[in-house]
């Protein structure tokens, strides 16, 4: 899935966000043109649409990650049960690596450092989360 999704040229993958950012678009306008409008004051709904379409894209590179990493060391753990957590940790990230790199050779998209800070960030909270919050 995560490989789907950076396979899609760039006006797909803007195609693929932007239906959740048209809404929250409407939304902006509203509160924009509400009584409540001041709060976001000089805010142009450019800059709006930049910022959410920024945060939706970053969020779900995180969440990938964050799923992906349960999923191997999930599986792991049946065949390495002592190693499973490093093993694991080290797949998901390299998977991220791999994922910016695959993105060179997709037309209009380009490998972000940050997207790999952000993926190994996604996979990193799962590990802590899975290992200490819900130790088994």
């Not at 396979?7 to 409407?26: F, I, P, R």
């Not at 009584?35 to 779900?60: E, N």
């Amino acid at each position: 899935m995560i490989f789907y999704f950076s396979s899609q040229n760039a006006a797909e993958s803007l195609d693929t966000s932007n239906s959740l950012v048209l809404y929250l678009m409407k939304l902006f306008e509203a509160f924009k043109n509400s009584r409540l409008g001041f709060i976001v004051g000089d805010l142009s709904v450019y800059t709006f649409r930049s910022f959410i379409r920024m945060i939706i894209r970053k969020t779900a590179h995180f969440v990938e990650f964050f799923i992906l990493y349960i999923i191997v060391y999930e599986n792991l753990k049946e065949y390495i049960p002592t190693k499973a957590k490093g093993v694991g940790l080290a797949i998901a990230i390299a998977c991220g690596f791999l994922d910016e790199f695959h993105q060179l050779f997709v037309y209009g998209r380009a490998a972000s450092f940050v997207d790999c800070l952000i993926d190994g960030s996604g996979c990193l909270l799962a590990y802590f989360i899975w290992h200490h919050l819900f130790k088994k």
